[in-house]
């Protein structure tokens, strides 16, 4: 059994979990209703209008979400993705030269990347010659089969957080200005505060204008604990906020910092600065460094890796706005070429739209047309 054979498998379960959890909200709602017109009739009174009560249905589970947000945040791409391939699949009605030609060109206009689409082309060759495969249909399975490894093959990169067991659990957000970097360290903060935990945003963009200010916004918004002083040394004030997150037994540190590329010599003396700092008031920290891509920009958030690969220890990506993007693709050209985790995407505007990355929800809102 291919990967994705496993994946159809593990998505026909996810969504048998959605429409069970739809049925049970609909007669959670019918039952309501009928309970509400009894009680008016008793009391005579009129009821409540159906439509009122339909607004306050209950929240199905979590994972019933996280695939309904995966399946509408991953549309663009699947539309123009997957119908593409379905189109290839009905103009060619045997494997040839000039249907390997247009598959490449599709992959690498969902921003699979040129290196990671070659490599890949040169494997379904292979593979369609030693199997000696002839079937449309069955080759758009292998096709997807086969960009599946791409990400679960060789080295396991791990997509949860490092949490630190004792003290705070510090994370440094990196990334160029532009990229939604500040709004997704208050999503972050946001996400963390439901969860029960003390939350602390540090502002480390001391120099640009507004930053610090802006920070200090959604910290008030997320109902976060805030350290920031504008037009000084950041390592200063990251050390003085940390030592204000550790008296006041915080358990996450957001720390922003400067997202200025142009000059990597300086922004690496910074960011060595910032890291011996940390490390030396909370051994072992920062315990993630997440690098914030904007994944509309395609080829050019890999070229952001891989330059800040070389300047930090970079340990997971946030790609944002992906739902507003058709180069959802991107995901597996990050693993192919930069070797690093994606820990969290974007699927939205919303607080609650930046999500834990999971390869099968990935898959599934990619795919799910195929399957």
């Known amino acids: 059994m291919g990967l994705f054979s496993k994946f159809k498998n593990i998505i026909k379960k996810k969504e048998e979990i959605v429409k069970e959890e739809e049925k049970e909200e609909v007669e959670e709602i019918e039952q309501e209703t009928i309970e509400e017109v009894e009680e008016a009739k008793e009391a005579k009174v009129k009821p409540k209008k159906v439509k009122d009560k339909k607004k306050k249905k209950k929240k199905v589970t979590s994972e019933a979400e996280e695939i309904k947000d995966y ?32 598959l490449e060109s599709i992959l690498i206009m969902a921003d699979i990347g040129v290196n990671t689409v070659m490599k890949f082309m040169d494997k379904l060759r292979e593979r369609v010659k030693k199997e000696n495969i002839t079937d449309m249909e069955y080759l758009k399975e292998v096709i997807v089969d086969e960009l599946l490894i791409i990400y679960v093959e060789g080295e396991s990169l791990s997509d949860k957080i490092n949490m630190s067991e004792d003290g705070p659990t510090v994370i440094l957000m990196v990334g160029v200005n532009g990229v939604g970097k500040t709004t997704t360290i208050a999503k972050l903060a946001y996400k963390y505060q439901n969860e ?13 204008a507004g930053a610090v200010d802006q920070l200090k916004i959604w910290a008030e918004r997320t109902n976060s604990e805030f350290y920031g002083v504008q037009d000084s040394d950041p390592a ?9 997150a550790k008296e006041k037994n915080i358990d996450i540190v957001l720390i922003d910092t400067a997202g200025r590329l142009q000059n990597k010599v300086n922004l690496m003396k910074e960011l060595e ?34 330059a800040f690969k070389e300047i930090t220890n970079i340990t997971g990506i946030v790609l944002t706005k992906l739902d507003g993007t058709a180069k959802g693709g991107i995901v597996l050209a990050i693993k192919e070429e930069v070797n690093l985790p994606v820990k969290f995407i974007g699927l939205g505007e919303a607080m609650t739209d930046l999500k834990p990355f999971d390869i099968e929800n990935y898959i599934y ?7």
């Not at 509408?72 to 000039?98: A, H, P, Q």
């Open 71 to 102: 399946d509408k945040g991953l549309k663009k791409t699947r539309d123009e993705f997957i119908s593409k391939l379905n189109i290839l699949g009905i103009k060619y009605t045997k494997v040839s030269e000039e249907y390997f030609e247009e």
């Open 196 to 208: 029960g935990k003390k939350v602390m945003l540090i502002a480390g963009d001391t120099f640009r």
């Open 236 to 244: 200063s004030v990251i050390y003085d906020g940390l030592v204000k």
């Open 273 to 306: 600065k910032i890291n011996k700092v940390i490390g030396t008031h909370i051994p072992g920290a920062p315990h993630e460094t997440l690098l914030v891509i904007d994944a509309s920009t395609g080829q050019n958030g890999i070229m952001q890796a891989k």
């Open 365 to 371: 809102g990619l795919f799910k047309d195929m399957m």
